[in-house]
């Protein structure tokens, strides 16, 4: 039986919680802004998706201050002998940033650990460890927490992915010339690279048999996971997009579903050249040319880094609840190659039951869930 | 799925400053010639390794650990594989020291362009990037943080990865003065060690030295009448 989702929660640019994202999303608007948590003047772009009234503070970093509205409704309230997974790719490395410019602060409370260390202090829970794997990172941690209740090693895991939008990371996508002056536009002919967001999320997995002795309620279920990598490139995906296919081929396997079952597709959609299209090529091989709703969230709340995964997830499954599927926003002139996969409206879609939900990070890693009511 | 009860190593590599070697083969050099320097030997590498000077110490301790993992398998007559091998890596410090030598750089030219090839070390999964890139891996690649004991908890993510479907897996644990990389199977392979947790390593909570982790290993492989190139 496939893990099931008991519980969901995010916090991104549009605000807190699920239903102010998927509102934000059906309007087919971004909500970037400027940033005025460092100076910009000389990087490629001065906006980003930022959290509304998230400062850097002294005393507290900027994930935390995005984890403790998710986490603090969920101590006390996790099933026993839940393990806590945290997903990031930095986490809290604006201490790093204050221990360089000279405060006291130790370099080593920025590691990932110390910040897992916290999350299980508020969640009341002992056992948890940290998977990292760039852009994949909260995907992978789905993937490995749905094999552990697969395999019967666990009987609940929780998700738990943050990062945020600082100037160690903003620096360093602008000296790659990553970022989208005009802000990101997924499968839009005229792209030129992402809009750096910041989200933190929550996903409860748990076996069907505990969730059901638990009577907990069930929002979806993940069906399929599936991870590979391209073992080709630091920062660029493989260019015929064979890395992913293998992680979609995984995934499909693991459901028992073939590729006709899949209804819509939550594509990494970065905005970038080569992911999108590297994307788009592995869709055509998957598929074999049969188009299907293809979306990017990427063009409203900004590439969420290591928590993009958990964020897809959840939208796809408001996607699956609604009977909707989302429009990729700033979408004006659709790559010649993404004509009819992509939309600028919103789909009604009554019959979709079955959601593909795909990440591709640096290093060549891909990951692909497949997510049902 | 397929399940595993043991797990199976194929291969060990392990370094530290003074020594490096095969964890199951016994094979191992120590003395003044560095870890370091095994990059241009290519009995370690067959393939020059590319870029090497740009590697952060973390990422050449992965690709050498690797390396001298599949030279370990080799030796034992256990080499065969495809493309699908999965890497799990564990760092207590991450990428920290990437991290500082990426920012402070930034910081000591005016806080205006930060340098991209430093950036791109700061992710905890690049030295598993590099390694896949080097060496052909297609499989799952996740940097993995734990709080207790690492080496423990970075081979039952290892089994928890093979149990998941993945053909083998490269399990990896770097500190920055040592490392050691663990080369997993399903039992079905034709050498190697099926070993418990326990027998890996001694439960007394805390990491070993992987020196000692791979002496322990060599002596169980010699008890079982194994006997390696």
Known sequence: MSPVVVQADIVTAWGLGTTPCWNGLLTGRSAFSLIDRFNTQTFQTHNAALIPGLTPTADTSLVMQMLRPLL?????????KTLVILASTTGE??????????????????????????????????????????????SAAIAQGAALLASG??????????????????????????????????????????TVGEAAGTILLMSEMAAASAHRPILGRIAGWGLSGDANHMTGPSRDGSGLVRAIEQALSKASMAPEAIGSISAHGTGTLYNDSMELKAFNRVFANSVRPVYSVKGSIGHTMGAAGLVETIIALESLKAAVIPPSANLNDIDPEAE?????????????????????GFGGVNSALIITP | MKTTDSLHIRGVGWLNASAWGGGLCGEGESGPASWDGLWKRNEIFSNPVKNTGRFDVATRQTLVAVALALRDASRCGNASRGRGTALVGVSHAGSTASNLAYFND?????????RGNLFIYTLPSSPLAETAIHFGFEGAMVYAGF???????LLLTARTLLVDGAPDVMAIRVTGEEAIAFWMSHTDVASGLNLSLDEIMARNGSDEPAETVALRLHQLMKGNG????
């Open chain 1, 153 to 194: 090693e666990r009987e609940a895991v929780l998700i738990v992915a943050c990062d945020a939008v600082t100037e160690f990371v903003f620096a360093g996508f602008s000296s790659l010339m990553a970022l989208d002056p005009e802000g990101a536009r997924p499968f839009d002919r005229s792209r030129k690279g992402l």
């Open chain 1, 72 to 80: 603090a409704p969920l101590a006390g309230t996790l099933p026993k």
């Open chain 2, 226 to 229: 194994n006997l390696c190139a």
């Open chain 1, 93 to 138: 490395v604006e201490l790093l940033e204050r221990h360089c410019l000279g405060a006291n602060i130790d370099a080593s409370e920025s590691h990932l650990t110390q910040l897992l260390g916290r999350v299980t202090g508020l969640l009341g829970v002992s056992d948890g460890c940290v998977i990292s794997a760039a852009c994949v990172s909260s």
């Open chain 2, 106 to 114: 930034y910081l000591g030219a005016g806080r205006i362009l930060a």
């Open chain 2, 147 to 153: 709080t207790g004991n690492e080496t423990a908890s």
């Open chain 1, 340 to 360: 009819g996969w992509v939309h600028r409206e919103a789909i009604p879609a009554p019959a979709m039951n079955v959601v593909l939900s795909t990440n591709s």
